[in-house]
Each structure stands twice: as C-alpha cells, then as structure tokens.
C-alpha cells in the first residue's frame, strides 16, 4: 500500500573537504518547507513540514564545511494531493432494491484525483467524515430514514469513488424511489443533508490524511447529490 | 357503528408508526485489482448463488458452480457453501436479511468446512457489488481455454466474455476494470478483447475497446481515437475512460504517436478536453520530437495548452524522464539528475508543471520558456 512519505533522509558527500558540515534550508514562506533533524552532522532526516506552493522545488538546501566550501543546492519540492475533478457522466444514478419488493437508488460520484503537478495519483486510502444532519422532509410527518455511516476504502485505481444510496419499502418516509429515467427529470424531494462532507486521502482512519474535498451531500428521494463538482 | 368508526380512526393514525425503516449507504466504494484478486484467490469460479443473508450477522450462500478457472476442477458442476462476513461500516441496514443472488465470476478462500470469498469491492459495498456479472453460459469461441491455460489467460477469458455481454447499464465493476486494470493480467486475451470491441458494431464497445488499446500504446487506435471522437460524444462515460487513457497511460514514442498527439494539440476544430488531454501525454512524455508541438502551445489562448507547454519543455530541458504511473508514485519523475545536456540553474529555477504553479507567475515561465526555445530549438534539429 502506498504512502506518502513526509521524510527523508540526506546525507553530504564531502567530495574532499573535512569535518562535520553544516544544513542550511531555504524554506518558501507561502510553500514547502521542511525540518531537519540535526543541523550539523552528515546524516540528517528531514520531515516536511507543508506542502510546496505548487509543482515547482521551492525549498532549497545546502551543506557548508568549516572551510567554508558549500554544496550546489539540493531543490527539494514537496508533493502532495491537490485536487479533484468529477469524471464524465457524473454522477451516475442507478436503481438499487436491496430487498424484494423495495425501491430506491444508488448515485455514484467518481472523481479523479491529481498531485500538484496535475498528474493522477493511485494506490490511496480514503475515508470520510460527516458534519451535522439536518433533516428536510418532516412533513407530514419526519423522515425514518436511518443516517448512513462513514466508510473508508482502499484504491488501487486512479477513480476515488462514492457513493449516496437508499432503499426501502413503500410505507417508509418518504418511500426511497428508483431513479427516473432520462428524459424525465430527477425529483426535488429532499430527505436529510450532510455538511460539511470531508474526503481524506492517505489514510483509512476517519479525519487522518490530506482533505482532498470537502462540501455538501444531499439525500432526495430519488437521487443523492454532492455540492461540488471538482475542489 | 360509532364505535367502529372510531377504531378505524385510531387505526388511521396509527399505521404510519409501523412504517418499516429503509437502507441508506454512504462512502466509498473501490474495486480490487483484478491481479491482486487472481493471486490471492484459492478459487475463482463461474458461478450462481442464491440464499438469504443476514447484513450484521455471519451467514453463508449456496453457489452453482459451472466452470472452474482455478483452484479444484472437482468442485464444477456442484454446489457448495460460501460463508460470508458483514462487511463495511458506510451501509445501515436494519431490515432483517437480504437475498444473495446473483450469477458471475466469484474470487474464493478456502475456510474451515468450505469457502469463504474475496469481494471483488471493498468499502461500502452490497452483496451485487462482491462480484463480476456475468451469463451463466458457455463461452465464445473467440474466448475458449483449455484446462491447462495460464489462470490469467482463463480468468481473462471470462472477463472478456462478460464484458461483451455487459448491456452497458451501470455496473461497478466494469466501469473499474477499463482503467488499466485489465491490462494488469498481462493475457494476450485482454488483447483480443481490445480488437474485437474496437471492431464492434456498438459505438460504446468500440470506445472501450479503443481504450484497451491506447492503454497497451496502440498509435494506430489512437489516431482512430481522435479521428472518431466527435461520434463518441454520446457515449459520455466511456468517452470520459478514453481520454483519462490517454491523458495518464499512453506514452508511446512512436513517431506517429507523436505526430497524433502534437496534430490534436495543435487542432482548433478538436474538442478541448481531447486537446488537453492530448497536450498532457506529450508534456508527460517530452521527447525532442514533442518539443515543436508543445512550443506551440506556448502561444495557445488557452491557459491549460500553456500550462502543458511550460511543463513539458521544462522537463525536457532539465532531463527529467517520461512521467509514467510507476515513477508518479515513487516522484521518481520529479527528481533532477545530477547532469544534463540542456540543464543549467536556470532551467531548474524556471521548472514548473500544472496550472497551480505556473498559473501564479505564468509570465516568468513563459518568457523564459519562448526564449529557451528560440535559442536552442536549431541546435535540437528544428
């Protein structure tokens, strides 16, 4: 499973010059940074601190010996994911009856997910964390629908997917219905929603790893929807 | 009679109390990879199951089993007992049970007195969700195995036919499988499989399979690719797969690969996203043959076409190698060599990619970039 390492360790080749050099870092104030754990010494690891300010190495790194010899600089640029976008055709609203005799619906979201650097990454944890319900359907009388619980995945893919889903039978309240189809339009009876909806990537424990989305999710009757496209 | 009416009315306003609760799921879904599931698998089966399961309690299906693609040839042609585990967190189901049906491609563990099985998802999945469908009949010709096949090549076939009788409507699984994961089988059948959905009378399955074969570095489906792209509008999510394949998977240095890929950049009367998906491969790959195309790009009205310009010289000059999956992961594509031809401080100081680099000075990489192209583009052999 794939990490994403926040250390790292560098040594100094002291390409003829003696004794124990010293680190200097050129950190970028609105971008990368990083720490180090010894400053004068051979062998120091350096634990980022935040992410560079976009694709570019914006942290800089030396080692001067007490001869006063300095390295050329190491350009450190510090990675991390950065942004969503919906793929085509998304959402996709399908019918999902887990019981006989039920009706309801299953409306997948699929983003793909991109480094700063604008190229897809793959093999991350996921999960997700909730905000606060608000139920919107209390006439004629509230809602029974039960709140869905948060999950976390592991993807191998490039695609990050989730899903907002509801069934049950006909005396519930409302009645999940399967989702029309096209032509017809989605209904606009609204169940309960959710905000704010955080994604993480990196990790599988809830609230742990990098916010790669956050917004809105809505429950219909119908369909389920998140507020944002892309982030 | 007054009475009576008065019990009908109480029973009025009583039946909304026994309404029973629904389901509702959240989270995330993700497929296991197809490579992951075949070696992890003591069985995999084509198979139909049926059965009632309990969602927060231990319970176990029957599975008919018809073929057998690994694991005990004996087992085809019975029934046996799969146990299954409650899965995931995301899904609240307080009805009682639910039914396991379902016919398909079934990943097995061996258990104590039986099988258990792999889900072919993993987060908040449903019982539909825990396998590959597929028709509970004999295969194709084009798609037939001998007992003694590779597994990956009979667990490919199976595949394949399955996808062919996939009717396009939603299905999970397929819709992860066109992401490289079927080319991670590495079965000259998934080739197959390719060729014969690029040949089909379906718009869908020739999209899909013109990504197949993107995927594999195909320069000739490429060019088939965008010449057809105008048609593939209607078959959105599968058009949505092609151009992600070519956008992260293809990097083919062939000639007219390149050519294919620079001409789409280049072409006003393309569709953008094809444009920019287009225009990211040749960044990714920067060869000196992209470096003509992506300097023309310089000059696009468009900041994306600018941003992938920018990018790709950049890494050329600084004599970064082809950004790939592998080295995207590793950020073994980000990482300067010690030397290069063309490398100076200045083009490490002015390397950048993707718009939220580049976009926040655009004009300090731009001009350099446009300079850096003039001055070396004769010396490169243009």
Same mark, same amino acid.
Request: net charge negative.
């Given at each position: 499973?794939?990490?994403?390492?926040?250390?790292?360790?560098?040594?100094?080749?002291?390409?003829? @010059?003696?004794?124990?050099?010293?680190?200097?870092?050129?950190?970028?104030? =609105?971008?990368?940074?990083?720490?180090?754990?010894?400053?004068?010494?051979?062998?120091?690891?350096?634990?980022?601190?935040?992410?560079?300010?976009?694709?570019?190495?914006?942290?800089?790194?030396? =080692?001067?010996?007490?001869?006063?010899?300095?390295?050329?600089?190491?350009? =450190?640029?510090?990675?991390?994911?950065?942004?969503?976008?919906?793929?085509?055709?998304?959402?996709?609203?399908?019918?999902?009856?887990?019981?006989?005799?039920?009706?309801?619906?299953?409306?997948?979201?699929?983003?793909?997910?991109?480094?700063?650097?604008?190229?897809?990454?793959?093999?991350?944890?996921?999960?997700?964390?909730?905000?606060?319900?608000?139920?919107?359907?209390?006439?004629?009388?509230?809602?029974?629908?039960?709140?869905?619980?948060?999950?976390?995945?592991?993807?191998?893919?490039?695609?990050?997917?989730?899903?907002?889903?509801?069934?049950?039978?006909?005396?519930?309240?409302?009645?999940?219905?399967?989702?029309?189809?096209?032509?017809?339009?989605?209904?606009?009876?609204? =169940?309960? @929603?959710?905000?704010?909806?955080?994604?993480?990537?990196?990790?599988?424990?809830?609230?742990?790893?990098?916010?790669?989305?956050?917004?809105?999710?809505?429950?219909?009757?119908? @369909?389920?929807? @998140?507020?944002?496209?892309?982030? | 009679?007054?009475?009576?009416? $008065? %019990?009908?009315? +109480?029973?009025?306003?009583?039946?909304?109390?026994?309404?029973?609760?629904?389901?509702?799921?959240?989270? *995330?879904?993700?497929?296991?990879?197809?490579?992951?599931?075949?070696?992890?698998?003591?069985?995999?089966?084509?198979?139909?199951?049926?059965?009632?399961?309990?969602?927060?309690? *231990?319970?176990?299906? $029957?599975?008919?089993?018809? %073929?057998?693609?690994?694991?005990?040839?004996?087992?085809?042609?019975?029934?046996?007992?799969?146990?299954?585990?409650? *899965?995931?967190?995301?899904?609240?189901?307080?009805?009682?049970?639910?039914?396991?049906?379902?016919?398909?491609?079934?990943?097995?563990?061996?258990?104590?007195?039986?099988?258990?099985?792999?889900?072919?998802?993993?987060?908040?999945?449903?019982?539909?969700?825990?396998?590959? *469908?597929?028709?509970?009949?004999?295969?194709?010709?084009?798609?037939?195995?001998?007992?003694?096949?590779?597994?990956?090549?009979?667990?490919?076939?199976?595949?394949?036919?399955?996808?062919?009788?996939?009717?396009?409507?939603?299905?999970?699984?397929?819709?992860?499988?066109?992401?490289?994961?079927?080319?991670?089988?590495?079965?000259?059948?998934?080739?197959?499989?390719?060729?014969?959905?690029?040949? !089909? !009378?379906?718009?869908?399955?020739?999209?899909?399979?013109?990504?197949?074969?993107?995927?594999?570095?195909?320069?000739?489906?490429?060019?088939?690719?965008?010449? !057809?792209?105008? $048609?593939?509008?209607?078959?959105?999510?599968? %058009?949505?797969?092609?151009?992600?394949?070519?956008?992260?998977?293809? %990097?083919?240095?062939?000639?007219?690969? +390149?050519?294919?890929?620079?001409?789409?950049?280049?072409?006003? !009367?393309?569709?953008?996203?094809?444009?920019?998906?287009?225009?990211?491969?040749?960044?990714?790959?920067?060869?000196?043959?992209?470096?003509?195309?992506?300097?023309?790009?310089?000059?696009?009205?468009?900041?994306?076409?600018?941003?992938?310009?920018?990018?790709?010289?950049?890494?050329?000059?600084?004599?970064?190698?082809?950004?790939?999956?592998?080295?995207?992961?590793?950020?073994?594509?980000?990482?300067?060599?010690?030397?290069?031809?063309?490398?100076?401080?200045?083009?490490?100081?002015?390397?950048?990619?993707?718009?939220?680099?580049?976009?926040?000075?655009?004009?300090?990489?731009?001009?350099?970039?446009?300079?850096?192209?003039?001055?070396?583009?004769? $010396?490169?052999?243009?």
């Amino acid at each position: 499973m794939l990490l994403y390492y926040a250390q790292a360790s560098w040594t100094a080749n002291a390409n003829g @010059h003696s004794g124990t050099p010293t680190w200097t870092v050129e950190n970028n104030p =609105v971008g990368g940074s990083v720490t180090l754990s010894c400053y004068t010494c051979s062998t120091t690891e350096a634990t980022s601190t935040t992410a560079s300010a976009g694709c570019n190495h914006d942290v800089a790194v030396y =080692v001067t010996y007490p001869d006063g010899a300095q390295s050329a600089p190491l350009y =450190v640029l510090i990675n991390t994911p950065a942004s969503t976008t919906l793929q085509a055709n998304y959402p996709q609203n399908s019918t999902w009856i887990s019981q006989p005799g039920w009706n309801g619906y299953q409306s997948k979201y699929q983003w793909y997910l991109f480094d700063l650097c604008g190229n897809g990454l793959e093999g991350l944890d996921i999960n997700e964390t909730f905000g606060n319900w608000t139920i919107d359907y209390t006439y004629p009388q509230q809602t029974n629908w039960p709140f869905p619980k948060a999950g976390s995945a592991y993807f191998a893919g490039y695609d990050f997917d989730d899903f907002l889903a509801a069934s049950g039978p006909s005396n519930a309240v409302p009645p999940p219905q399967n989702p029309p189809q096209p032509p017809q339009p989605l209904g606009d009876t609204t =169940v309960y @929603h959710d905000t704010p909806w955080y994604y993480f990537a990196g990790s599988q424990s809830f609230g742990s790893g990098v916010p790669i989305r956050v917004d809105t999710q809505q429950y219909y009757q119908d @369909h389920g929807t @998140h507020s944002l496209a892309n982030w | 009679m007054a009475t009576i009416d $008065s %019990r009908i009315g +109480i029973l009025a306003l009583t039946m909304p109390l026994l309404a029973a609760v629904p389901t509702a799921k959240a989270g *995330p879904v993700a497929m296991q990879p197809v490579a992951f599931l075949t070696g992890s698998a003591d069985a995999i089966v084509l198979g139909s199951a049926a059965g009632t399961l309990q969602f927060q309690a *231990p319970g176990a299906f $029957s599975l008919q089993v018809l %073929r057998v693609v690994k694991g005990p040839a004996s087992i085809a042609g019975t029934t046996i007992l799969v146990q299954w585990a409650p *899965p995931s967190p995301g899904i609240v189901w307080p009805g009682a049970g639910f039914p396991a049906t379902g016919a398909g491609i079934w990943f097995l563990k061996g258990a104590a007195g039986g099988w258990s099985f792999l889900p072919v998802a993993q987060g908040s999945v449903t019982f539909d969700m825990t396998y590959f *469908p597929a028709p509970m009949t004999s295969l194709p010709g084009a798609y037939a195995y001998s007992a003694t096949a590779p597994v990956q090549d009979k667990l490919a076939s199976e595949l394949a036919a399955a996808i062919e009788a996939w009717d396009g409507s939603f299905k999970l699984q397929f819709d992860d499988l066109f992401s490289g994961d079927l080319e991670d089988l590495k079965s000259p059948v998934i080739h197959t499989l390719d060729e014969r959905l690029a040949a !089909s !009378s379906s718009v869908r399955q020739q999209v899909l399979g013109l990504d197949g074969l993107i995927i594999g570095g195909d320069a000739s489906a490429l060019a088939k690719a965008v010449a !057809s792209d105008a $048609s593939f509008s209607k078959y959105g999510l599968e %058009r949505g797969m092609l151009l992600h394949a070519i956008r992260e998977l293809f %990097r083919s240095t062939d000639p007219a690969a +390149i050519a294919t890929l620079g001409q789409t950049a280049q072409s006003t !009367s393309a569709a953008l996203d094809l444009r920019r998906v287009a225009a990211h491969a040749l960044a990714a790959i920067h060869t000196s043959a992209t470096l003509p195309y992506l300097a023309t790009l310089l000059d696009s009205p468009d900041a994306i076409l600018r941003v992938e310009g920018i990018g790709g010289i950049g890494a050329f000059a600084n004599s970064l190698p082809t950004q790939t999956p592998a080295n995207t992961a590793s950020l073994g594509y980000l990482q300067f060599p010690a030397k290069g031809v063309y490398k100076t401080e200045d083009t490490m100081a002015h390397f950048a990619m993707g718009p939220k680099a580049i976009e926040s000075n655009e004009s300090f990489y731009l001009s350099f970039w446009k300079a850096w192209w003039q001055q070396n583009r004769a $010396s490169l052999g243009f």
